[in-house]
């Protein structure tokens, strides 16, 4: 994890001409951007596109901003380079997806512009990782679907919260942040949702 000093030090490095400071910020933050993608990523694109390369796409486009005084210096470094890999992301689904992706691509957000959203199916299908053997097989579908019933009863924002902090990690503020949030409420709205949920696998029987 890099310090608010280290990241201010190598943003300032990297503003000056320095490429490897650009690099070596890049490379601290990539493998939680590859969580995220792989996690938003539509389950359509999956198998034509490689976490690994939206997330180059980011990189090369936040090469490209700091060079040009481009960058959204109101947003933390991270959330920032999250905000373009989530928008390299929708390029992919639209890509692939068509008029489909008008459905894959929504997030709320603070920011203009349609994210990949993380749907109910995504975070059941999250949830019940562990069940994978044939003898599951069925059992596994019909719990999956009554995840999922239940997760989209959940108020929209509450649900992302979830996901902002239970998937992506994000900290209560940069979960404030991006949904444009006090941090007291986004603290609220996140222990409100984990209750929820856990009612909720009670009621299918996995709490």
């Known amino acids: 994890m890099t310090s608010d000093c280290e990241t201010e030090a190598l943003l300032e490095r990297a503003d000056a001409g320095d490429p490897h400071a650009l690099g070596e910020l890049l490379e601290r933050h990539r493998e939680r951007l590859l969580q995220i993608v792989s996690f938003r990523m539509d389950a359509r694109v999956k198998p034509r596109v ?123 503020h940069e979960t404030a942040r991006v949904l444009g949030l006090q941090p007291s409420a986004a603290s609220n709205r996140f222990i409100r949702a984990l209750k929820k949920l856990k009612t909720q696998l009670q009621e299918v029987g996995l709490g």
């Open 50 to 172: 490689d976490p690994a390369d939206v997330v180059q796409d980011a990189f090369v486009e936040a090469t490209h901003r700091v060079t040009q005084q481009q960058r959204d210096a109101r947003l933390p470094v991270f959330l920032w380079l999250r905000l373009l890999t989530l928008q390299c992301l929708a390029v992919q689904h639209r890509r692939h997806l068509g008029a489909q992706a008008r459905d894959a691509d929504r997030e709320v957000s603070i920011f203009t512009g349609p994210l990949p959203q993380a749907t109910s199916a995504v975070i059941a299908a999250q949830l019940l990782g562990g069940l994978t053997s044939p003898s599951q097989a069925a059992i596994r579908m019909e719990t999956r679907l009554a995840v999922e019933e239940r997760l989209n009863q959940m108020d929209a924002t509450d649900r992302e919260v979830l996901v902002l902090r239970h998937f992506e990690k994000l900290s209560n």
